[in-house]
C-alpha cells in the first residue's frame, strides 16, 4: 500500500469516527423534521405567514430517501467512474511504458 | 508529516468546538432556508446580490469548457458529483440534529469561486423541486451563502495558506472547511437580520441563530474538509488534474 492510500484511509476513519461520535455520546433527537429550523423564527416573530410553499412534496419519508439515496449515489457513480477509470489508465500506460517491469510490479502487490 | 499536521489542526479545532458547544447548548436542525421563510422584499433582495456573482460563474465555465487544460470538463463533472454527493448526506452532529455538508470546496479549489455559484445552484434547484429543501423564494439567499460566500471565504483561506506555503492537504482540509462553516454562518446572518429578537434586537438573534447552524456544522465541516482531501488526493494521484492548472 502506498503512502497516499494509507493517508487516505486514515482520513476516512477520522471522518467516521466524527459521525459515529455523536450518537455514542450525545441522546438527540437526530432528524426530525426540516420545521424545527423555522421554530425559532417562529418564536422570533410569531406573526410571520410563510407566505410560499413547496410546489411539491415527497409523499412520504420513504420516497423523501429515496430521492436522497439518488442524488448521492448519481454523484457516487460518477465520481466512481471518473477516478476509476483515471487509475485504469494511469496503470495500463505505465505497463505499455515498461512491459518489462509489469511482472515485478504485480508481484509486489 | 502531513497527516500530523491534519492532526493538529484537528485537535485545535476540536477544542474550539467543545467550547463552543458548552457556551451554546441548542438542538434544532440547521438546514438551508426553507421555502416562504423569507418575506418577498429580502427574497429579491438576494436574487438580485447572486445574480452578478452567477452569471460571473457561467462565464468562468464557459472558459473553463473551452480551455485547452486537459480534463477540464471533467473534473467539472466531479465537482458537481462531490456536491451532489455531500448536499444529500444529511449526517447527525455533537447538538444531537442533523445538517448537511455543502460539498463546494473541491471545486473551489481546483476551478476557483466563481464555478461554483453554477454547480451549486443546480443542486439547490434538485432540492428545492424534489425534496422540498430549501425553495425556490429562498433560492436566492441559499445561493449567496452556499455558492457565493462559501467558496470566496474557501478561496481567499486556500490562497493565503499556500501563500504562507501551507501543506497542499492541510489548505484543501482548512479551504473546504471554512467554506461549509462560513455558508451556514452567513444563513445565520441572514435570518437574524430579517427576524430579530423582539426584545434584544439583531445581535440576540444572531447569537442565537449562530448556535442553531454554526454549532451543529462544526464536525460536518471537519468531515467535509477530511473527504475533500481525501477526493482531491485521488483526483492528483491518478493524474486527473494538476495543482498548478487554471491557477
Known sequence: MNKRTKTNIILLVIVLLLIIFPFVFVHGEYGGSDDQGTEQIKKFAPHYKVWAHPIWEPPSGEIESLLFTVQGSLGTGIIAYVIGNAHGRKKALKELEHPSQKTSASAKK | MQFKKILKTLLAITGA?????????????????????????WC???????????????????KIIQSSQKNAKVMLALCGAFVFVLSSL?????????????????????????????IGVIVLLFQALLLAHGGLTTLGANEFSM????????F??????????????VSIFLCAMLADWSTYITTAFQLAIV?????????????????????TQIPLAIAEGLLTVIVYNLVISNDLWKETALQ
Open chain 2, 156 to 169: 481567499l483561506v486556500y490562497k493565503l495558506c499556500r501563500r504562507f506555503k501551507v501543506n497542499r492537504s
Open chain 2, 17 to 41: 468546538m467543545i467550547f463552543f458547544l458548552l457556551a451554546f447548548p441548542t438542538r434544532v436542525q440547521a438546514m438551508h432556508i426553507m421555502e416562504g421563510m423569507l418575506p418577498p422584499s
Open chain 2, 90 to 118: 444529511k449526517l447527525p452532529s455533537v447538538t444531537g440534529s442533523c445538517s448537511h455538508p455543502t460539498g463546494v470546496g473541491l471545486g473551489t479549489v481546483m476551478f476557483g469561486p466563481g464555478v461554483m455559484s453554477v
Open chain 2, 195 to 215: 427576524f430579530p429578537d423582539p426584545h434584544a434586537g439583531v445581535m440576540a438573534a444572531l447569537i442565537k441563530f449562530l448556535g442553531i447552524f454554526a454549532i
Open chain 2, 44 to 62: 429579491i433582495n438576494w436574487y438580485v446580490i447572486s445574480a452578478p456573482f452567477f452569471i460571473y460563474g457561467l462565464y468562468r465555465l464557459q
Open chain 2, 147 to 154: 455558492t457565493i460566500i462559501g467558496p470566496i471565504v474557501g
